[in-house]
């Protein structure tokens, strides 16, 4: 149980483009979802909170109208990177917490590329 | 200033002895702490959560300890095998639980 997909897996994109990141926890429903960025041997650093029908709340830092993120029901999140640069180029990880649950579930992770 | 600590060095055992990370924290009184494991290129995966009056977890092969007098979390992998290899990364809730802070993460390998 408590599996959490992400799609795509890879993305190359050309700068400027926009690209949408979807997260599915497939056999959940999780109120509170988690976006994260991670560098290369660093720590997943927390890029915004997403609970469903409300707004998202992001992290000092984190540009909201650059990662624009729609959580429209239980099971979906997505989070679209617009106008990519190469400076976007990482991971991005989501997460899912089930209702009264503390521990979040991971996606698999999706390695963003921008040319 | 918070701060979560994992050894940065990696951890090099041999096959069959314990592995010991360890994880430290100043300025946060979390109520729990967790522990995942993170494989190359994939999301973490969540192993083991402790609570502030829990001392000791167990699950399998792992064990985790909690000491909210030092502010330090130990997790043991017994038995260790190659399999074992990967990056453990520690975690606790901040902000009453809406938030999880996550440590770097300390990078095993295990030898046959």
């Known amino acids: 149980g408590a599996v959490v997909s992400q799609h795509p897996s890879r993305v190359i994109c050309k700068s400027g483009t926009s690209v949408k990141i979807e997260c599915r926890s497939l056999d959940f429903q999780a109120t509170t979802m988690f976006w994260y960025r991670q560098f290369p041997k660093k720590s997943l650093m927390l890029m915004a909170t997403?609970?469903?029908?409300?707004?998202?709340?992001?992290e000092q830092g984190v540009e909201k109208d650059k990662f624009l993120i729609n959580h429209a029901s239980l099971t979906l999140s997505t989070l679209t990177v617009t106008s990519a640069h190469p400076e976007d180029s990482s991971f991005y990880i989501c997460?899912?917490?089930?209702?009264?649950?503390?521990?979040?579930?991971f996606g698999p992770g999706t390695r963003l590329t921008v040319l | 200033s918070q701060k979560i600590e994992q050894n940065s060095e990696a951890l090099n055992i041999q096959e069959g002895k314990t592995a010991t990370l360890t994880c430290n924290y100043t300025?946060?009184?979390?109520?729990?702490l967790q522990w995942y494991r993170q494989d190359p290129g994939r999301g973490p995966v969540f192993l083991l959560l402790i609570r502030e009056n829990e001392k000791e977890k167990r699950k399998e092969r792992l064990k985790v300890t909690f000491d909210t007098t030092l502010k330090q979390s130990l997790f043991h992998i017994t038995a260790s095998q190659p399999a074992d290899s990967a990056t453990y990364l520690c975690a606790l809730d901040s902000a009453g639980g809406f938030k999880t802070i996550f440590g770097a993460g300390t990078r095993l390998f295990v030898k046959a």
């Open positions: 997460s899912a917490t089930p209702r009264e649950a503390d521990t979040q579930y």
């Open positions: 997403s609970n469903e029908g409300s707004k998202a709340t992001y």
């Open positions: 300025n946060y009184s979390p109520a729990y």
